[in-house]
């Protein structure tokens, strides 16, 4: 096998929309046809108008298929001390397709995205981790972040 450790170019929007979906398959969450096809023209939307502005896409790919994935959003914001730069980063859709787990691809994708974090003079990443991913996580240097003054809140908009 000869993989390739890469950043992603508009010509792979459509395998990052297939694993955006795996990604969701692989999470167990349950979507029907319809809001598959919703998720898939939102997908296609967002990729086209910010891969390599403010979204970034490391890949591994063999034989021009991806082995595992990993995605950064940039969010930019009035500056505080605590992300001094004025931009966040978030770590979104890590995944490696089973059969090729337990390789490191998710640790050079996840370095990737460092590094490319690091040219965008970001202050942080963050990201949310599953069990199986949280060492991995943890090896890299991200911390689990305590309790603070504010209250995590959402308001849900869509019903």
């Given at each position: 096998?000869?993989?390739?450790?890469?950043?992603?170019?508009?010509?792979?929007?459509?395998?990052?929309i297939?694993?955006?979906?795996?990604?969701f398959?692989?999470?167990?969450f349950?979507?029907?046809?319809?809001?598959?096809?919703?998720?898939?023209?939102?997908?296609k939307?967002?990729?086209?108008?910010?891969?390599?502005?403010?979204?970034?896409?490391?890949?591994?790919v063999?034989?021009?298929?991806?082995?595992?994935?990993?995605f950064?959003?940039?969010?930019?914001?009035?500056?505080?001390?605590?992300f001094?730069?004025?931009?966040?980063?978030?770590?979104?859709?890590?995944?490696?397709?089973?059969e090729?787990?337990?390789?490191?691809?998710?640790?050079?994708?996840?370095?990737?995205?460092?590094?490319?974090?690091?040219?965008?003079?970001?202050?942080?990443?963050e990201?949310?981790?599953?069990?199986?991913?949280?060492?991995?996580?943890?090896?890299?240097?991200?911390?689990?972040?305590?309790?603070?003054?504010?209250?995590?809140?959402?308001?849900?908009?869509?019903?």
């Amino acid at each position: 096998m000869t993989v390739k450790l890469k950043m992603a170019a508009n010509s792979e929007i459509e395998m990052l929309i297939q694993a955006r979906l795996d990604f969701f398959d692989d999470q167990g969450f349950d979507m029907d046809s319809e809001s598959r096809t919703a998720i898939k023209g939102s997908l296609k939307s967002y990729f086209n108008q910010h891969l390599g502005d403010d979204f970034f896409a490391a890949l591994i790919v063999d034989a021009g298929n991806i082995v595992s994935v990993a995605f950064l959003v940039v969010a930019e914001k009035p500056a505080s001390p605590v992300f001094p730069t004025g931009k966040t980063g978030t770590i979104l859709n890590v995944l490696t397709y089973p059969e090729h787990r337990r390789k490191g691809y998710a640790l050079m994708t996840m370095g990737k995205l460092i590094e490319e974090a690091q040219q965008q003079d970001l202050s942080y990443l963050e990201l949310r981790a599953s069990e199986l991913g949280k060492a991995l996580y943890q090896k890299l240097g991200f911390e689990e972040i305590e309790p603070s003054r504010m209250s995590n809140m959402r308001l849900p908009l869509l019903k």
